[in-house]
């Protein structure tokens, strides 16, 4: 969806890096063979996560949503040389895509992939981090914050995707509607938390940077 005027959006991704070529493979395999393709990070939003990345410099990157690994690639462009990014998602049939692309990246060796529910997942990286990204279940999104909130080094950076959904958040609620419903009261407890310090930047479907205070 896009939030700009589409000519004025072109020439944003125009005037912005382009990928590297193995996203770019990456995407064209994606969408070739998986279902729902459009829940890639994209091209433009893929920059801004791997410029994020580079500013942070983080040593750990908790990712709450693998998929094709597309954003954990992007992440991994910013890591400290000895940095992992822990990257969690439900769906066992993605891990031979992502594998394959992982493996591939350079970054193999910085990244620990884990399959199953990420509610229980997350307790047991013995971790603190720098960076979070969540882009999953949305009805989850408040629940992965309080897990998330206690294991992030002082500004630290989580960042949450999907947070305009596709313009929802602005219109009458279907009372059937769970994930605008979610995303409401997560956008709305996010920003007045005390803890973080929270902008919407309105890229793509919404992305939400939360620094966490010193």
């Known amino acids: 969806m896009h939030f700009l005027p589409e ?9 912005s890096q382009q990928e590297p070529k193995i996203l770019k493979e990456l ?28 500013i942070i410099q983080p ?16 992440f991994a462009e910013g890591l400290q040389d000895k940095g992992k990014i822990f990257t969690i998602d439900k769906n066992e049939e993605l891990e031979t895509l992502q ?9 193999r060796d910085q990244i620990i992939q ?8 997350i307790p047991t990286i013995d971790e603190t981090f720098d960076l979070v990204f ?15 909130i206690d294991k992030m080094n002082p500004g ?9 959904w596709s313009g929802k958040v602005v219109e009458k609620l279907d ?19 005390p803890r973080i310090e929270t902008v919407l930047l309105p890229i793509r479907d919404g992305l939400t940077l939360s620094r966490v205070k010193k």
């Open 7 to 15: 000519k004025i959006d072109d020439y944003v991704v125009e005037h």
């Open 27 to 54: 995407t064209k395999e994606t969408w070739q063979k998986v279902l729902n393709p459009r829940m890639l990070s994209g091209a433009f939003q893929g920059r801004v996560l791997s410029m994020i990345s580079k």
């Open 59 to 74: 040593k750990n990157i908790l990712e709450v949503g693998t998929y094709t690994g597309y954003s954990a690639l992007c």
């Open 99 to 107: 594998n394959k692309f992982f493996d591939k990246s350079g970054y």
């Open 114 to 121: 884990f399959v199953g529910n990420a509610l229980e997942i």
């Open 134 to 148: 969540i882009d999953a279940d949305k009805a989850n999104y408040i629940n992965y914050f309080h897990l998330i």
């Open 156 to 164: 630290g950076m989580i960042l949450s995707d999907n947070v305009l």
């Open 175 to 193: 009372r059937k509607d769970t994930d605008t419903k979610a995303l409401l009261a997560y956008n709305k407890r996010i920003n007045e938390d």
